[in-house]
């Protein structure tokens, strides 16, 4: 899935096309061969296994496994188009999954891949007819539909840990409650950006000060007194508009998307043989979904299944079926999305007449 992270254009102009330089190149390319040494190392050294006894593990998979898992993995992918509909009134779920498709696949593959994917996704709203202000008005309320959700995430995580039976330090309590408050205030903060604008202009006031403070520290030039001001009443209402609307498809979208992906990884779990609460296995997959977030690989691999099967230990679960488990989840949720997205720019080509023709028709 992907994630937009890159500014938004003002107008109705097309973006100019977006072109790797030399650098980017060559940093995607080492971002890549550190994403390799690090799953490598990383998650049998997390696990406590070797890479032979999770293949021996992975083989006790019968082909229902495989069937069930793929089935979620491809309910997941239509299940989050509900947060481009609903983000962006006239665009169909075929669309919506071309995409979140080949957005996907850039994301996977460049450590910095939120800009491609937003030239991606401008590219294609323009084939299809879209304005560059519904564009950008989708790739803002998406953005902080994830953005909510990745803070969401852990505090899901939190609240599974604290009411699961797993034995952890002593001085884990008073962190977990301290983290809990931390992530909560921060959505609350995130949702009242949102619904007022007195609000988001008040923390866009302070984002400012921030930035004239450390402007003043670094000795650089000192930035617009108001320019985070105006841009985060600007942004709220813009984006109230469209939540107004769709916020019943982007909410579903959103949670029914990771639902789906939890559900996935349950059923690896108790396939592999991992006797696991469900609390045990939310919070691991929380703390898989956050890791992702980690930018120094595509998609935070390595880091992300360390990580996880270092939790799954911890939590009881054998090695080789930590590592196993991880290993099926890294598969569902970034090998296959290459591949698919491969795939879905072909489709992108193939019905490239079918939705000019409907542009012409709706013209």
């Known amino acids: 899935m992907t994630t937009p992270d890159a500014p938004l254009p003002d107008g109705d102009d097309p973006p100019k ?28 050294k997390a ?8 293949w021996d593990v992975l083989t006790q998979l019968s082909w229902l496994d495989v069937v069930v898992m793929t089935g979620l993995w491809a309910l997941g992918l239509w299940l989050y188009t509900y947060v481009y509909t609903g983000s962006m ?29 937003v030239a991606n996704t401008y590219g294609l709203t323009f084939t299809w007819g879209f304005s560059g202000i519904r564009t950008s008005l989708m790739v803002l309320v998406s953005g902080l539909a994830n953005l909510l959700i990745r803070i969401a995430l852990p505090v899901i995580g939190l609240f599974a840990l604290m009411g ?47 930035l004239w403070g450390i402007a003043r520290l670094l000795r ?26 769709g916020w019943p498809a982007i909410t579903f979208g959103m949670v029914a998307y990771y639902a789906s992906e939890l559900a996935l990884f349950l059923w690896a779990l108790d396939a592999l043989g991992a006797e696991l609460g469900v609390a045990e ?20 691999v390595g880091v992300s299944e360390a990580g ?4 799954l230990v911890l939590f009881g679960t054998p090695p080789a079926i930590a590592a196993a488990a991880v290993l099926v989840l890294h598969f569902y949720t970034y090998l296959i999305e290459i591949p698919a997205g491969i795939a879905g720019w072909g489709w992108v080509l193939a019905m490239r007449k079918r939705w000019n023709k409907e542009r012409s028709v709706m013209g």
């Open 17 to 44: 096309k977006w072109r790797p330089s030399g650098f980017q190149i060559a940093a995607s390319l080492a971002s890549l061969a550190l994403a390799v040494v690090l799953f490598g190392l990383l998650l049998p």
């Open 47 to 54: 696990a406590g296994t070797g890479w032979s006894e999770a």
């Open 89 to 117: 009134s006239g665009i169909t779920h075929g669309q919506a999954l071309a995409l979140n498709l080949t957005g996907s696949l850039v994301s996977n593959l460049l450590p910095f891949g939120g800009a491609a994917g």
């Open 164 to 210: 699961s039976s797993a034995a952890l330090p002593d001085a884990a309590g008073g962190v977990l409650i301290t983290t809990l408050v931390v992530l909560l205030l921060a959505a609350a903060a995130v949702f009242a950006m949102l619904v007022s604008p007195r609000i988001a202009g008040w923390l866009g006031a302070v984002g400012d000060k921030a």
């Open 220 to 245: 650089r030039q000192v930035p617009a007194d108001d320019r985070l001001h105006a841009a985060a009443i600007d942004m709220q209402s813009r984006a109230s508009v469209v939540l107004r609307r």
């Open 281 to 300: 296995t939310t919070a691991a997959f929380a703390l898989s979904r956050v890791l992702t977030s980690v930018v120094v690989t595509p998609s935070g």
């Open 308 to 311: 996880t099967a270092g939790l």
